[in-house]
């Protein structure tokens, strides 16, 4: 005897929505625009080609077709605005986490220096003052991954990365960690 599992996955539909405050399909666009470009390697929409609502009476779906060619489905679960925690994402059909997309999608499109640039302003000098445990040790490893993101780069890239670090954060600054 074979045995069959079924899942249903429940996804929000623009008729349990129209029940709250919001919910039209031009705010789900506007919404969608948002959640997606805080996944891309930059929030920038310059990656986005075009996006496309593909809704069903079996819930609200949105189809991301980047500049490069990957596309992004979108799938509404929960009727929360703005945040990344509402949808379910599936990069070119298949099901992906947020920080997964957001690392596939940096490692395709960015050079290592861009990467880097990403989270290097993000560096704190003054970790070593901090005083409450968590966020010393936050602060301590954010930093550790920031040099060791550095040390991998070429030296014509690590010139440059010096270079924009030092426009932000100063020569003194920048000199006693990034060499």
């Known amino acids: 005897m074979k045995k069959a599992l079924m899942t ?3 996804y929000t539909t623009y008729s349990e929505l129209s029940k709250g405050k919001w919910g039209t399909p031009e705010e789900l666009l506007q919404d969608a625009k948002f959640v997606v470009s805080r996944v891309l390697p930059t929030n920038d929409e310059k990656w986005i080609k075009d996006i496309q609502d593909q809704s069903t009476s079996d819930g ?3 189809q991301v077709t980047l500049s490069e060619g990957d596309v992004i489905h979108m799938f509404m679960t929960a009727k929360w605005r703005m945040t990344t925690d509402s949808w ?8 992906t986490k947020v920080a997964d ?6 490692g395709k499109y960015m050079s290592e220096l861009e990467k880097f640039l990403k989270y290097a302003f993000s560096y704190d000098f003054y970790a070593q003052y901090i005083d409450d445990g ?3 040790k936050s602060a301590t490893e954010n930093n550790s991954m920031i040099e060791a993101n ?3 780069l070429s030296s014509s890239d690590k010139k440059l990365a010096i270079e924009a670090l030092e426009a932000k954060f100063g020569k003194e ?3 006693k960690v990034f060499k």
């Open 150 to 152: 550095f040390k991998a």
């Open 8 to 10: 249903f996955e429940k």
């Open 134 to 136: 968590r966020k010393y």
């Open 101 to 106: 997309l957001t690392k596939t999608l940096e």
């Open 173 to 175: 600054e920048v000199g």
């Open 60 to 62: 609200i779906k949105f």
């Open 88 to 95: 379910e994402f599936y990069l070119n059909k298949k099901k």
